[in-house]
């Protein structure tokens, strides 16, 4: 079992920034981050959940072509945490993020709780 933690989200003015992280961490007594494919994915009021950014375990990232230029996804496999660096937000970028784990050649995934991002003026 993972689990997963996200912080950093809050109120923003439009072209603000937000640093949001994920920390993982496993019930076993041996857990790997590394062995997980790493996605931020967000859902605004009345809409689907939609795939924000992606990052392999590796380092090889993929974005939304919405936040591209915006966003950044990192990880550090070392201390088992997850970012995800926004700037020049917009209003459209309000919603719940949620950080999420996809196990390597499996369909095992674990979500966080969520974390509001509002930005609004």
């Known amino acids: 079992q993972v689990q997963l933690v996200e912080s950093g989200g809050g109120l923003v003015q439009p072209g603000g920034s937000l640093r949001l992280s994920c920390a993982a961490s496993?019930?076993?007594?041996?857990?790997?981050?590394?062995?997980?494919?790493m996605i931020w994915y967000r859902q605004a009021p009345g809409k689907q959940r939609e795939l924000v950014a992606h990052i392999t375990s590796g380092g090889s990232t993929n974005y939304a072509d919405s936040v591209k230029g915006r966003f950044t996804i990192s990880r550090d496999n070392a201390k088992n945490t997850l970012h995800l660096q926004m700037n020049n937000l917009k209003p459209e970028d309000t919603a719940v993020y949620y950080c999420?784990?996809?196990?390597?050649?499996?369909?095992?995934?674990?979500w966080g709780q969520g974390t509001q991002v509002t930005v609004s003026s």
């Open positions: 496993g019930s076993g007594s041996i857990f790997s981050f590394s062995i997980y494919r």
């Open positions: 999420n784990a996809a196990r390597i050649g499996t369909a095992i995934s674990y």
